[in-house]
């Protein structure tokens, strides 16, 4: 079985600030990794994933994250965040193996911007 | 460009009361997905479709089914209504591989008073 832990439920930063959210993900096979937004009162969409290769990885918004297989974390951080970055975002894993293919979500994160 | 339709996108129902969800994709994809999403709880898989034809039960399917009516088309029923399904409900759709992004619809606020 696979997990995700979000450790942060809600993490208040003021504009222009760095900003870390962390994800956390516990699996017996190879992984793959995944960030989704949710703005108020709308689906999940894409900001970015780690499939293979460079563990750094760039999305949407000038976001990134890294993949630390020795830590097991996907750690996504954005260097100066805007009030528009306002919005829930989730971390998430599927695995190769049978069983594990589909996508099984963190708890979220609730970004605040404050002006 | 529609991606995932859901209908309705507001519900309010009287315990014991019926109801269907509907979802529909136009990306021709292979699996479509119903999530309930919960504070604090992230979003929980009710059940799944990885092909026209089979559904399975994800992590928290009692109280619901689904139908796979086509390849477009995946529908998520609730016989008799309970508070504990109060939620945002979300369907989803992908190619069935665990390296395809997962494309969501608006959502399907559901209430049981």
């Known amino acids: 079985a696979q997990s995700v832990t979000q450790l942060d439920s809600q993490v208040p930063v003021f504009e222009e600030a760095p900003v870390e959210l962390r994800c956390n993900y516990s699996?017996?096979?190879?992984?793959?990794l995944f960030w989704y937004v949710q703005y108020p009162n709308q689906g999940l969409q894409l900001l970015l994933k780690?499939?293979?290769?460079?563990?750094l990885v760039k999305g949407i918004n000038g976001f990134e994250a890294e993949f630390n297989k020795s830590q097991t974390s996907f750690h996504l951080r954005k260097p100066s965040v805007h009030i528009s970055d306002t919005a829930e975002y989730f971390c998430?894993?599927?695995?190769?193996?049978?069983?594990?293919?589909?996508?099984?979500f963190g708890t979220g994160t609730r970004l605040t911007i404050i002006p | 460009n529609a991606g995932v339709t859901q209908t309705p996108k507001f519900q309010v129902l009287k315990t014991g009361q019926s109801m269907t969800l509907q979802c529909a994709q136009d990306?021709?994809?292979?699996?479509m997905y119903w999530y309930r999403q919960d504070p604090g709880m992230g979003l929980r898989l009710i059940y799944y479709?990885?092909?026209?034809?089979?559904?399975d039960k994800g992590e928290v399917p009692n109280g619901y089914n689904v139908s796979r009516l086509n390849k477009r088309e995946f529908s998520l029923r609730l016989e008799s209504a309970a508070p504990s399904q109060t939620s945002v409900y979300f369907c989803?759709?992908?190619?069935?591989?665990?390296?395809?992004?997962?494309?969501f619809g608006q959502g399907t606020r559901l209430t049981v008073v």
């Open positions: 990306m021709n994809h292979n699996s």
């Open positions: 998430a894993v599927s695995g190769r193996s049978f069983g594990n293919e589909k996508l099984t």
């Open positions: 989803a759709s992908n190619w069935g591989s665990p390296l395809s992004e997962a494309f």
């Open positions: 479709s990885a092909s026209e034809g089979t559904t």
């Open positions: 699996s017996s096979v190879s992984v793959y």
């Open positions: 780690y499939l293979s290769g460079s563990t």
